[in-house]
């Protein structure tokens, strides 16, 4: 939190000092004024698109001052007022402030305590869900908020900053057949003229303006019962609560090992679960979470594994928020990344001890190539970064600050030894209940624990960006030692300068009959590390052990032959799915031989474990890639057929009796790729089949498998399976289902439909909430159909701004310059960025998405230069599959 700006003349010399009229703050408030406390009284009618509100907050102004700035969008004030602890209100003007501050003047000095009322109006959103928003399930209107990073501006003028923490009371309005609630219990509730009804809350703890919430409308509650004295529920729309059958089992068990976890009961006096029908989206509000009805709600005779352990991840995400994040606030946004980091470092901790079979360890490996390959980009930001606009806010939330930030996390877990790093988890909870805390005040609770300072450490990971890549060599004496070095991995074609870390590295290995684990800290580009345990030469060893490090290793073909010996047997599924991953990283470096690494698919495409045949699947998927030339696309996928094809063709795309989840699980990925990729015949002509059946007659399909074969059947379907799917999605009431076809509908090749798909995004059929993202880049998945969106947008430019959501915590136009991600070529790349170089400046986020898409055309074309001759050489040696 900033202190007051006092100005130095004013210590100085002593004497009351009259700032002059103040020119609006640029980005934070001054903390010249503070809130104490907030009651705010809000009218609200879930399918009006306005509000009436007042807030009086109790504000302590520090220095005298004839205005008083707060944060405030798109509120017009009808009445403000400033009332002393004594003597007469001073009634307010009010002054613009831009787009995110409005000021409230007085004719003379208001100082000390005392209340600001304000009367005024605000928008209830239809096309956005940034403030207070509405949404549309069937027939009814839902009315909820999202204030995370910077919308509470858009329910109530207040001081929006996460470091101002305080109580607040909230009253509703609502018409008397709906249900209102906020982050606490209810305290009383009276009828009101016309139909209404007053329903005020009980005073909530300490919350910053961003966590405090509300939602309206006709929900039906679903007890989920108590864990400790905390009521938990789940809030549907009117007449889903059959939906939230595995919501109501899981939330309170998850909630159960967070408060073992954090070794303290959740934090606030009850828990409501809300669902809002929209795909992909979550919000920690203390005491009042949104959760998507995607992530939330599902039919139970429609229910899958992965809907399960999706679930579980979100709701532990949320849930542990509560805690971290919720009881203690990070000062600023700077420091989103360690709410963001841990939240989702334990979205696979915390369910994954709950349910080991869903195999979330592996998961975790893979969230951190995905990682690494956003981080491996020059353009790439650092998880710590000042933040000097709005912009930088809205840029906190991406992925280098969920899974960077979790994966360092992991790391030091690693490093410090999971009780300890527990024991100081729990210690900064307890050091900074119910206020504010800054990453720094982390670090040092977590050095406390570990006996040693580790922020030196910790900062080369936050301060800088970038992917360590470390290489290993063996050497086998009286004493074997393990020689380390490091480099900054790059791309091929990078333009991103070499740097260093003080890595972590912890290997396993075996020797004398048994397993050792051995950690030390790589802080030169080179050092050595003797193998303690080790007599003689280790029989294997991983340079990762249990792959948390957040470093690749450098593989090559003698590494490879240690570390994977007899098809790594002795290591377990994650520790195998994160070499290949490595291998698959090291490949777009230009660090291993396509060949050496292509040699891996055969060893894994029929492993047992479903995990690892999918990471032979993703090094396979190099051969339909930009970096093939056209005509020997067709033997790539001759290759994947070869390979994976009876596999596929074995598994069909119906379940059969007695199939385990892992079968399952393997069917949904394994199938859709052998037929999209390996483009095999047999198996698009019975997606085709099946996808008509289902459309027809609404033929059972097993959930898990139709959204990959609607998907399959589109990429090869015709005019005529276009208008069922287009229809069904239209008629759907389900959400998640409106979102499978939606996602089919996204992915035709052939030309006249991609253009008919991207044409409902200007359509009045679909919310563009949900048609966005699976209509504009579906086609992106694509050779032939990846140039489509850029035209479209190009073309459509205008009224596409206008159906999207805007709102600087939600700009979809953001995402507009990556429809150039499938490009490969300079001229395609100039296009995209003189189109977009000048507009993107008023997309909030959008000039870090255009650097980053602009930079990985660069690379894709100095990648096919570099890969072409040796992946010609490689499919020319693929011969036709088994008939
Ligand atoms: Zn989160």
């Given at each position: ?16 000092f ?13 903390g010249?004024?503070r ?78 305590k ?23 399930e ?5 009315v ?53 009804k ?10 910053p ?28 729309p ?5 939906q ?6 899981a ?15 959740f ?6 679960s ?80 709950w ?22 980009l020059?353009?790439?930001?650092a998880i ?5 606009s709005?912009d ?8 280098i ?19 300890k ?27 406390s ?22 290489s ?31 890595i ?49 290793v ?5 590494l ?5 010996d007899?098809?790594g ?8 799915v994160?070499v ?27 492993d ?17 890639s ?25 598994l ?16 949904q ?21 099946l ?23 589109a ?58 993202y ?5 086609p ?26 805007r ?11 990556t ?6 070529d ?34 894709c ?8 001759p ?5 499919l020319?040696g ?6």
């Amino acid at each position: 939190m900033k202190s007051p700006v006092v100005p130095a003349l004013l210590v100085l010399c002593g004497t009351a000092f009259t700032a002059p009229p103040l020119e609006p703050p640029k980005l934070r408030l001054d903390g010249s004024a503070r809130p104490l406390r907030y009651v705010v009284d809000l009218i609200i009618v879930p399918d009006r698109d306005t509000f009436q509100g007042t807030v009086d907050i109790d504000v302590d102004v520090r220095t005298p001052s004839t205005i008083i700035w707060l944060n405030a969008i798109g509120l017009a004030v009808t009445e403000a007022s400033f009332h002393p602890e004594s003597g007469p209100a001073l009634p307010a003007k009010t002054v613009p402030g831009g787009d995110q501050f409005t000021g409230f003047s007085f004719d003379r000095d208001v100082s000390g305590k005392g209340t600001l009322h304000v009367a005024y109006q605000g928008k209830i959103s239809r096309n956005s869900s940034a403030g207070i928003f509405q949404l549309k399930e069937d027939r009814d209107w839902y009315v909820y908020s999202q204030f995370e990073p910077t919308d509470a501006r858009r329910a109530f003028p207040c001081f929006d900053e996460p470091g101002f923490k305080v109580p607040w009371q909230i009253t509703l309005h609502v018409p008397r057949d709906d249900m209102a609630l906020s982050n606490t219990p209810v305290q009383s509730q009276s009828k009101e003229p016309n139909g209404m009804k007053a329903v005020r809350f009980k005073t909530s703890p300490p919350l910053p303006s961003y966590l405090v919430a509300l939602a309206v409308g006709r929900f039906d509650a679903v007890d989920a019962g108590h864990v400790g004295a905390t009521p938990v529920r789940v809030i549907v729309p009117h007449g889903k609560g059959a939906q939230a059958a595995y919501a109501r089992t899981a939330i309170p068990q998850l909630l159960k090992l967070l408060e073992d976890y954090f070794g303290t009961p959740f934090p606030y006096e009850k828990l409501d679960s809300v669902v809002m029908p929209v795909s992909d989206f979550a919000m920690e509000n203390a005491g009042l979470i949104t959760y998507a009805e995607s992530s939330l709600l599902a039919d139970p005779a429609r229910e899958t594994i992965e809907h399960k352990r999706e679930l579980a991840g979100i709701c532990a995400h949320e849930m542990s928020h509560q805690w971290f994040g919720d009881l203690v606030t990070t000062a600023w946004w700077s420091d989103t990344w360690l709410n963001e980091g841990f939240a989702t470092w334990m979205e696979r901790k915390i369910p994954g001890e709950w349910q080991p079979e869903w195999h979330l360890d592996v998961a975790k490996v893979n969230a951190r190539h995905g990682a690494m390959r956003q981080d491996e980009l020059a353009s790439a930001r650092a998880i710590l970064q000042p933040i000097v606009s709005n912009d930088d806010i809205a840029n906190a939330f991406d992925g280098i600050t969920y899974e960077k930030g979790a994966a360092v996390i992991e790391m030091f877990e690693r490093w410090i030894g999971p009780e300890k790093f527990r024991t100081g988890v729990q210690l900064y909870l307890k050091q900074h209940a119910w206020g504010n805390a800054t990453a720094h005040d982390f670090e040092s609770a977590m050095s406390s624990v570990a006996g040693q300072d580790i922020a030196p450490m910790f900062s080369t990971f936050l301060d800088q960006p970038g992917v360590p890549e470390i290489s290993v060599a063996l050497k086998c004496g009286a004493k074997p030692v393990l020689t380390l070095a490091q480099k900054r991995s790059l791309p091929i074609g990078s333009r991103a300068k070499p740097q260093t870390w003080q890595i972590p590295v912890c290997v396993a290995y075996e020797a004398g009959g048994a397993v050792h684990h051995q950690c030390t800290v790589l802080a030169d580009t080179q050092a050595d590390m003797e193998l303690a345990e080790a007599q003689t030469c280790p029989s294997w060893f991983l340079p990762d052990d249990g792959e948390a490090g957040y470093y690749q290793v450098a593989y090559d073909g003698a590494l490879l032959k240690i570390v994977l010996d007899d098809r790594g047997a002795h290591l377990s599924v994650a520790e195998r799915v994160g070499v290949l991953g490595d291998v698959d990283l090291l490949l777009g470096a230009g660090e291993i031989q396509a060949g050496v690494a292509l040699a891996l698919v055969p060893q894994f495409s029929k492993d047992p474990a479903p995990q690892l045949v999918q990471a032979a699947a993703n090094i396979a998927r190099l051969l339909k890639s930009e970096s093939v030339s056209a005509d020997l696309r067709r033997k790539g996928a001759q290759f994947i057929r070869r390979e994976f094809g009876e596999r596929a063709m074995a598994l069909g795309w119906l379940p059969k009796p007695g199939d385990s989840d892992d079968t399952r699980l393997l069917r949904q990925k394994l199938v859709p790729f052998v037929a999209s990729v390996g483009e095999q015949k047999d198996l698009i002509q019975e997606a085709q089949a099946l996808a008509h059946d289902w459309l027809n007659k609404r033929q059972t399909v097993p959930p898990e498998m139709l959204g990959p074969l609607l998907q399959v059947a589109a990429e090869f379907g015709d005019r005529d399976l276009f208008n069922l799917l287009r229809t069904a999605a239209i008629q759907a009431r389900d959400h998640n289902l409106r979102e499978e076809l939606l996602d089919a509908l996204g992915s035709f090749r052939n030309a006249g439909l991609v253009a008919a798909s991207l044409d409902l995004l200007l359509s009045k059929d679909f919310d563009s909430r949900e048609s966005f993202y699976p209509l504009l880049f579906g086609p992106l998945g694509h050779a032939e159909t990846r140039d489509v969106p850029f035209e479209f947008v190009k073309q459509h430019l205008n009224p596409l701004l206008q159906r999207i959501p805007r709102e600087a915590g939600e700009d979809y136009a953001a995402a507009l310059p990556t429809v150039g991600g499938g490009f490969c070529d300079a001229r395609r790349r100039d296009e995209l960025e003189s189109f977009f170089g000048d507009r993107v400046k008023d997309y909030t986020g959008g000039q870090r998405a255009l650097a980053q898409t602009l930079e990985g055309i660069d690379l894709c074309i100095a990648a096919r230069k570099t890969l072409t001759p040796e992946l010609t050489e490689f499919l020319n040696g693929v011969t036709e599959p088994r008939p």
